[in-house]
């Protein structure tokens, strides 16, 4: 194991420029929590009148944007702020996580306005006429529909995209945004010197020059070959011409991006020799805020959304879901899973069966047995992502069920459970379908570990489940914000890969240093039994069947 000692004294720190917020989390020479800010947009910055960090524009169906000066006017703000906590030459190395997929558009000369940058004034007022689009769209924009069909016909299909890119077209992808401006503002895109996402955005304001775009968050585009980790010439010509020299090159998320620029050395006293490493989006980081470092490694976060995301030696292309190349590591695949049926839909049954308590709820799963007697419900109270599903209860019994077979097993379709059942047919479909897409896209059943994180992980009844479907240990992580620290954690690792003069493991790092720390992970429940985890099995290869037809029947896509 490599000796991963940083200099006493030293700092890192790591931003999130996310939607609502900018935050940031500065970690010791011991990876301990030194220091955190946060500045929110809407309260903080009013004058740009967002709600939630966008701004919704009622002309256009589905477009979203943030106005992108109102991201560097945070910058300005927060590094005031944190001038008061942190002696900013103490810093050793930065790095930062963006929302995944918003895109900013530089004017020809930009680079030399990033290079002359004036520290005697804030950075804002020199950026007024840096950008040939004013607004950013962002990962909620939704108003590229026909330009994500027109870019998967291009390249031959959904799947087609989908096996090169590692998603197919989504309406927030980069790639669609682009096409778009391309198609309704062909002016503006010809007068556009450099395309940068939000966290390469970021990263050029440090290093005052354009940054390159990172490997993980590139694959956010839907214009990246995974395999390859470079531009894919198809996926290029099929979004807009000349774009290639319009982005930049690819870098791996740990290689460094730069010095910092002379205007923060200046203003805010930095040290010169300062690093900035590549920043990524804020799924990678929160992979690496989560601690995830080897093969086999799945992350669930149970907030207002399910998301789940794990690493990965191979991968299968998929419709559904997004595969990134691994943002701690060289080789590999990071594999994503959204859900938008996650607490919202538990604190819906709970309402409507278990009298408003999770106490009631957890008594619930307690009492009933494990598989619920073949008793299967799919709860869509939203939309559902995975699958593309409409609003809706679907229930089902298998009558014939006993747990040794999945062969030939009949189900019938009924109204209603008694409530502990439904308690139970909840937590097991909810996280049944997490074990069976993970699996599709090449998770190794069982996982390695499971870490699990967001509010509902604080509840034992529901990581007991958790345990028993997917068959490995489960473990907690306490993280204010998995995102921002995740970025501080890889500013310290891309500084001793770049001291060491090689990629060093991110898993020495951690087993060196974080262990010690509050960091580390707990272990909260221990591999349910193998007999009942191949039961469960069984019970989800039925539940897949189902799913299928319900997605065929009733699917939006
Ligand atoms: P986000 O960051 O996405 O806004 P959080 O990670 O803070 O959300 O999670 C909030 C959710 O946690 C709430 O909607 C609530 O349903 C859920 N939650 C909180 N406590 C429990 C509990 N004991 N059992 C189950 N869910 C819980
Ligand atoms: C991921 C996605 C969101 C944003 C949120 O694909 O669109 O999670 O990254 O910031």
Known sequence: ????????????????????????????????????????????????????????????????????????????????RLDKKVDFSKIAAVSGSGQQHGSVYWKPGSSAILSSLDSKKPLVGQFCDAFSVSESPVWMDSSTTEQCKAIEKAVGGAMELSKLSGSRAHERFTGPQIRRIYETQPEVYKNTERISLVSSFMASILIGSYACIDQTDGAGMNLMDIKQRAWSKTALEATAPNLEQKLGKLAPAHAVAGLIAPYFVERFHFNKDCLVVQWSGDNPNSLAGLTLNTPGDLAISLGTSDTVFGITNKHQPRLEGHVFPNPVDTEGYMVMLVYKNGSLAREDIRNRYASKSWETFNNFLQQTQPLNGGKLGFYYKDDEILPPLPVGFHRYILSNFNGDTSNGLVEEEVKEFDAPSEVRALIEGQFLSMRAHAERFGMPSPPNRIIATGGASANDSILSSIASIFGCNVYTVQRPDSASLGAALRAAHGWLCNKKGKFVPISDMYKSKLDKTSLGCKLAVSAGDKELITKYGFVMKKRMEIENRLAQKLGRF
């Open 1 to 80: 194991m490599e000796d991963c000692n940083f200099p006493q004294g030293s700092l890192f720190l790591g931003f999130d420029s996310s939607t609502q917020s900018l935050k940031a989390t500065v970690l010791d020479s011991n990876l301990n929590i030194f220091a955190t800010e946060i500045i929110n947009f809407d309260s903080e910055l009013p004058h740009y009148k967002t709600k939630d960090g966008v701004v919704r524009d009622p002309s256009v169906n589905g477009r979203i944007v943030s106005p992108t000066l109102m991201w560097v006017e945070a910058f300005d703000l927060i590094l005031e």
